[in-house]
């Protein structure tokens, strides 16, 4: 008896939402990792966050767009709504958050359950990151920045030159 047509699955899509201000190496890893187990993934840049923000949704998006450019299955947006409200929007079935420690864990947690209140059809999953991008985060990476310090071995060199051009221009 034959098998037939191998079974098509629905197309297995993710959101990975941040303010990427700007998107370092941890990012990047969570991406990539992302991409492994999902069909598509959405890199969603949030417009608005409640944040001092050093680049533009533009900029942002530019630099996210460049960063992923060889990973085939993954997409950059921008948005301004709810996270919940976008993940339906564009048809993810799962937000990927990455966890650094306990802190992240708490924070996360809550906007989790505070999704899966809105829409119970919507899983979060969170993705421990990498031991060497651990210590990462977009404000520490600005700070050292804007110090003058070299951040190569944090971000991607596109974001590295637009780091040193924005603060340049905002001596």
């Known amino acids: 008896m034959s098998e037939g047509p191998p079974r098509s699955h629905p197309e297995r899509v993710a959101l990975y939402p941040g303010s990427f201000?700007?998107?370092?190496?941890?990012?990047r890893d969570m991406i990539e990792r992302s991409a492994?187990?999902?069909?598509r993934v959405i890199v969603a840049v949030f417009d608005r966050?409640?944040?001092?923000?050093?680049?533009?949704?533009?900029?942002?998006?530019?630099?996210?767009?460049?960063?992923?450019?060889?990973?085939?299955?993954?997409e950059v947006d921008s948005y301004?709504?709810?996270?919940?409200?976008?993940?339906?929007?564009?048809?993810?079935?799962?937000?990927?958050?990455?966890?650094r420690a306990s802190m992240d864990f708490d924070f996360e947690f809550q906007i989790a359950l505070m999704n899966r209140h809105m829409n119970q059809d919507l899983e979060a999953l969170f993705l421990m990151t990498s031991v060497e991008h651990a210590h990462l985060s977009?404000?520490?990476?600005?700070?050292?920045?804007?110090?003058?310090?070299n951040v190569d071995d944090f971000v991607p060199p596109v974001v590295a030159s637009a780091l040193r051009r924005k603060i340049e221009e905002n001596a």
């Open 21 to 27: 201000d700007p998107i370092h190496n941890g990012h």
């Open 49 to 74: 966050p409640d944040k001092r923000l050093l680049f533009s949704t533009e900029e942002r998006v530019a630099m996210v767009r460049d960063v992923v450019s060889s990973i085939e299955n993954v």
């Open 138 to 149: 977009s404000t520490l990476v600005k700070e050292i920045a804007s110090h003058g310090r």
């Open 36 to 39: 492994r187990l999902f069909d």
């Open 80 to 99: 301004s709504m709810l996270t919940v409200d976008y993940a339906v929007a564009c048809g993810a079935q799962a937000v990927v958050r990455g966890l």
